[in-house]
């Protein structure tokens, strides 16, 4: 007899707006709503390594909101891309302990996109540090990671919103966090946003052509903050818990729903 399922989350890319994924992870961990497995592309891969790594949420919160640009943005002369990355991936291991994925309590796979060939790269062994630098690369603003015969960047390209990942994983239920802006009315204030902003348009594109196969959609309405917004990372975290909030009964009535059909597996 099946207890409950195994429940997967996939967590988008989305930039500044990502930090909304906090705020549903909060409100999942208050109503311990389990998660099993996490896959996330871009920034939803650096939210998903912390969360996995079992980092208090308040203490990730609290230095989110007081992370100064200098302490993860290092400017290097344009070649591939602005920022080296060599400050983001230090900070990442520094938070991850220096741990691998196949060490963390809670399965990750972490997508990312060969420049290359365009085809997705999931990672879910090796150093965390180094998959989660890839995945967040996005392309002209980071440097690309080359890697065996790839050159890997920002696993929103391929892939933003990774369901297929955690099914793969081996997730029964599966909660999709999406930040993607359905908003045509976009603030964009520097070359980044409009990098950030040609690659949601792509992104909106390829993801009107696929099939969401979620248990659950959380979609945080956070349209109207720039990619590169990182001063409103309160007020995305804010947002990610008002999308979930009002809809836990229906969640929670789905995951029962879902135990009920299966408990004789």
């Not at 420049?115 to 392309?139: E, M, Y």
Request: proline share 5%.
């Amino acid at each position: 007899m099946m207890s409950r399922p195994k429940v997967g989350i996939a967590l988008s890319a989305g930039a500044a707006r990502g930090f909304a994924h906090l705020g549903v992870l909060k409100v999942l961990q208050e109503s311990k709503i389990p998660i099993d497995y996490i896959a996330g592309s871009s920034i939803g891969s650096f939210i998903g390594a912390l969360y996995s790594n079992g980092l208090d949420l308040e203490m990730v919160k609290h230095l989110a909101m007081h992370l100064k640009r200098k302490h993860w943005v290092d400017v290097t002369l344009p070649g591939l891309g602005f920022i080296s990355g060599d400050k983001m991936q230090a900070l990442t291991k520094l938070l991850t302990h220096h741990k691998n994925l196949e060490d963390l309590p809670i399965p990750l796979a972490v997508v990312t996109t060969d420049l290359l060939t365009g085809k997705k790269v999931v990672f879910q062994k090796g150093p965390i540090a180094d998959a989660v630098r890839a995945s967040i690369s996005v392309p002209g603003v980071f440097q690309p990671v080359p890697y065996q015969d790839k050159l890997l960047v920002d696993g929103g390209v391929a892939d933003r919103l990774p369901i297929s990942v955690v099914r793969d994983m081996g997730a029964d239920f599966i909660i999709a966090v999406d930040v993607l802006s359905q908003s045509h009315e976009v603030q964009v204030n520097n070359i980044f946003d409009v990098i950030n902003q040609a690659i949601t348009i792509m992104e909106r594109q390829i993801l009107e052509q696929q099939e969401l196969t979620a248990d659950f959609l959380v979609s945080p309405e956070v349209g109207d903050i720039a990619p590169t917004a990182f001063h409103r990372v309160e007020e995305c975290i804010r947002r990610g818990e008002q999308a979930i909030r009002p809809n836990l009964a229906v969640l929670l009535d789905k995951l029962a729903h879902w135990q009920g059909e299966n408990k004789h597996e």
